[in-house]
């Protein structure tokens, strides 16, 4: 395994550092909007979209950059943590609706595009024909 070049783990840790500050003032806004009118709308869904993929970018670069040693995370605490980091953000990916599940309902929602074309769209499941 081949650890990255320092000006590629630059980039990347800049871009997600950069990604973090936004998320972290958009989460300022929410909740704002939370105490103002006690509904996010559809900001927790962005910011959800947006938190899960930067700690899995994160966590991805530092095990880029641990090499090898990434692999046997369970013998040091930092590892491990970024491993689990790792993980958790694959699991967060999917659970609460998928980055495509969320991405279209902003887009249907947010944007007021149209939705996907669906021939079945009110047929009950049990009623589908197979």
């Known amino acids: 395994m081949q650890v990255p070049a320092p000006q590629h783990c630059a980039k990347k840790s800049a871009r997600i550092y950069v990604k ?7 989460r300022f806004r929410i909740l704002t909007q939370i105490s103002k009118s006690g509904d996010p709308g559809p900001s927790g ?3 959800k979209l947006v938190y899960a993929n930067t700690l899995q970018q994160g966590a991805a670069l530092a095990m880029d950059i641990d090499g ?5 995370a369970h013998f040091r605490t930092d ?5 689990n980091d790792y993980l958790w953000a694959a699991a967060m990916r999917v659970a609460g609706g998928t980055d495509e599940i969320l991405r279209n309902q902003l887009a249907e929602r ?3 595009m149209p939705g996907e074309i669906r021939v079945d769209k009110d047929v009950a499941f049990r009623d589908i024909k197979q």
């Open 20 to 26: 973090e500050q936004g998320r972290k003032y958009f």
């Open 45 to 47: 869904a962005l910011s």
């Open 68 to 72: 090898i040693a990434g692999v046997f």
């Open 79 to 83: 590892q491990t943590r970024v491993f």
């Open 110 to 112: 947010v944007l007021g």
